[in-house]
């Protein structure tokens, strides 16, 4: 008796410690899941004409965590649209900005295109969105 209560002492101190470190890294991975905040991820441009020249918008995010952070990449969908960012690591509480523009070649269309921005702070890059309708010169 006595050597079956002393073994499952022993089996279950393990996973108590286990389950504790499990607890830990939770806390720690919450912590860790602020990231940089965007407030707008998509930006409309509306209805403008095939000829109407480049269209720029921006994209204003923050660094919520406790640690510099930096965007590593920023890739578009197609060739109709360059990005511009400081590439700059962003201290805790800093802001910055990706400026879009978007320029057509390709004529009259409907268009909905990302922007897959990667960050130092994450696995998922975050998706940022452009949409547009080009018309028909009269």
Same mark, same amino acid.
Request: charged fraction near 25%; aromatic fraction near 6%; hydrophobic fraction near 35%.
């Given at each position: 008796? =006595?050597?079956?209560?002393? &073994?499952?002492?022993? $089996?279950?101190?393990?996973? $108590?410690?286990?389950?504790?470190?499990? @607890?830990?890294?939770?806390? *720690?991975? @919450? @912590?860790?899941?602020?990231?940089?905040?965007?407030?707008?991820? &998509?930006?409309?441009?509306?209805?403008?004409?095939?000829? #109407?020249?480049?269209?720029?918008?921006?994209?204003?995010?923050?660094?919520?965590? !406790? +640690?510099?952070?930096? +965007?590593? !990449?920023? *890739?578009?969908? %197609?060739? %109709?649209?360059? *990005?511009?960012?400081?590439?700059?690591? $962003?201290?805790?509480?800093?802001? #910055?900005? +990706?400026? *879009?523009?978007?320029?057509? !070649?390709?004529?009259?269309? +409907? $268009? !909905?295109?990302?922007?897959?921005?990667?960050?130092?702070? =994450?696995? =998922?890059?975050?998706?940022?969105?452009?949409?547009?309708?080009? &018309?028909?010169?009269?």
């Amino acid at each position: 008796m =006595r050597k079956a209560v002393l &073994t499952a002492a022993l $089996l279950s101190s393990p996973s $108590l410690s286990m389950n504790m470190t499990a @607890q830990e890294i939770g806390h *720690v991975s @919450q @912590q860790k899941h602020k990231e940089l905040t965007f407030p707008k991820t &998509t930006h409309d441009f509306g209805t403008f004409s095939e000829t #109407g020249g480049p269209k720029t918008c921006t994209f204003k995010y923050k660094n919520e965590t !406790d +640690i510099p952070i930096f +965007i590593r !990449d920023v *890739v578009v969908s %197609c060739g %109709c649209s360059t *990005v511009k960012w400081s590439g700059k690591p $962003l201290k805790p509480d800093e802001s #910055g900005e +990706i400026q *879009v523009t978007f320029t057509n !070649d390709t004529g009259a269309m +409907i $268009l !909905d295109k990302t922007i897959t921005v990667y960050m130092s702070s =994450r696995v =998922r890059p975050k998706i940022l969105r452009i949409k547009v309708i080009l &018309t028909k010169d009269k």
